[in-house]
């Protein structure tokens, strides 16, 4: 079954860190661009990250920029998003999805991309 796996996500308060791991199952991840997005209740799904399938090229949304890296070990077939100074708005389900967009790979347009497999999703609460 060809999936991706989301983990990681939990409870933890303001300025606290967690990384969430993004897992291939049944596919090799080394072709494939990879994006991280989030949905908290009540609002609309955003594209939180993105990484090229080389490692190459990242994107940042404005509003984690500086706080949250994305990584990838294509040998571990994973894709990692390590978030630091964790807000309360950060609070949200957090998927993973491979990500096709116009060249360049994880430039500017890359939400306006299509997506094809995606994980489940993990929840992250930040909280006091």
């Known amino acids: 079954q060809l999936q991706l796996v989301e983990s990681g996500g939990g409870l933890v308060q303001p300025g606290g860190s967690l990384r969430l791991s993004c897992a291939a199952s049944?596919?090799?991840?080394?072709?494939?661009?990879i994006g991280w997005f989030r949905q908290a209740p009540g609002k609309e799904r955003e594209g939180v990250s993105c990484?090229?399938?080389?490692?190459?090229?990242?994107n940042y949304a404005d509003s984690v920029k500086g706080r949250f890296t994305i990584s990838r070990d294509n040998a571990k077939k994973t894709v990692y998003l390590q978030m630091n100074s964790l807000k309360p708005e950060d609070t949200a389900v957090y998927y993973c999805?491979?990500?096709?967009?116009?060249?360049?790979?994880?430039?500017?347009?890359?939400?306006?991309?299509?997506?094809?497999?995606w994980g489940q999703g993990t929840q992250v609460t930040v909280s006091s």
């Open positions: 999805a491979t990500v096709f967009n116009l060249p360049p790979q994880c430039g500017s347009n890359w939400r306006k991309g299509s997506f094809g497999y």
């Open positions: 049944g596919f090799t991840l080394d072709y494939y661009n």
């Open positions: 990484i090229s399938s080389s490692g190459g090229n990242t």
